[in-house]
């Protein structure tokens, strides 16, 4: 079936350092690929997501790279903020239709300190 | 668009009651998820549903949960009789997009 692997937490960091977390995945089709963030006391909210390979989805200064020839989809940042700190979720889903049913990640918190 | 919305977003109960959540979906879209979300199991999908009729409800965990989607702007998911374990947030989410949650407490 189909799995996604993400980077064991938590992570901390300071203000201003770079961030990478780690996802991999294992799936029966040709995945689409997602990264949700969670902010304290909310809801998943879709970060950014890539469809086919060597695709880059961005937003909020957050990238990460769809990389078949290794299953992954790492996030990145190139300087955190405190108002980063999130649990972050990669999932993905393989079926032919849009917003057929995610399989996710377990999270990785991310604290970022001033 | 105001998003999905849920109601309530926070709900207590005593054990042995009835418990609906709701969940008013995005216009146009087909699909609608129920998931649950604990510190000990993470996030779960309970049921989903495409075009309002329910297609996977094996992770429904007992026969306490039910779910409808009566129409393609409502959906319940409802728990009968709640139980102290029950206790976790509920999210609806259509297509790839969440709600804000219903935080649920079974005392």
């Known amino acids: 079936g189909d799995s996604v692997t993400q980077m064991e937490g938590p992570v901390t960091l300071s203000e201003e350092a770079f961030l990478t977390i780690n996802c991999t995945y294992t799936a029966t089709g040709y995945p689409s690929l997602f990264w949700y963030v969670q902010y304290p006391g909310e809801g998943l909210q879709l970060l950014l997501k890539?469809?086919?390979?060597?695709d880059k989805g961005s937003n909020k200064g957050f990238e990460a790279t769809y990389r078949k020839e290794t299953t992954s989809f790492h996030l990145e940042k190139g300087s955190v903020q405190v108002s980063d700190s999130a649990v972050y979720f990669c999932a993905l889903t393989t079926e032919e239709t849009s917003g057929s049913r995610l399989t996710f990640g377990e999270g990785t918190q991310l604290t970022v300190n001033p | 668009d105001a998003g999905v919305i849920q109601s309530p977003r926070h709900e207590v109960t005593e054990m042995g009651q009835e418990v609906t959540l709701r969940c008013k979906p995005i216009s146009g879209h087909d699909y609608l998820f129920w998931y649950r979300q604990t510190m000990m199991r993470g996030l779960e999908l309970l049921i989903y549903f495409n075009n309002n009729v329910p297609i996977d409800d094996s992770g429904m965990p007992e026969d306490r949960f039910s779910a409808k989607m009566p129409n393609a702007s409502f959906s319940t998911l409802k728990i009968q009789p709640s139980e102290p374990r029950d206790s976790a947030v509920y999210f609806c989410?259509?297509?790839?997009?969440f709600g804000p949650g219903t935080r649920l407490t079974v005392l």
């Open positions: 989410a259509t297509e790839q997009y």
């Open positions: 890539a469809t086919k390979a060597d």
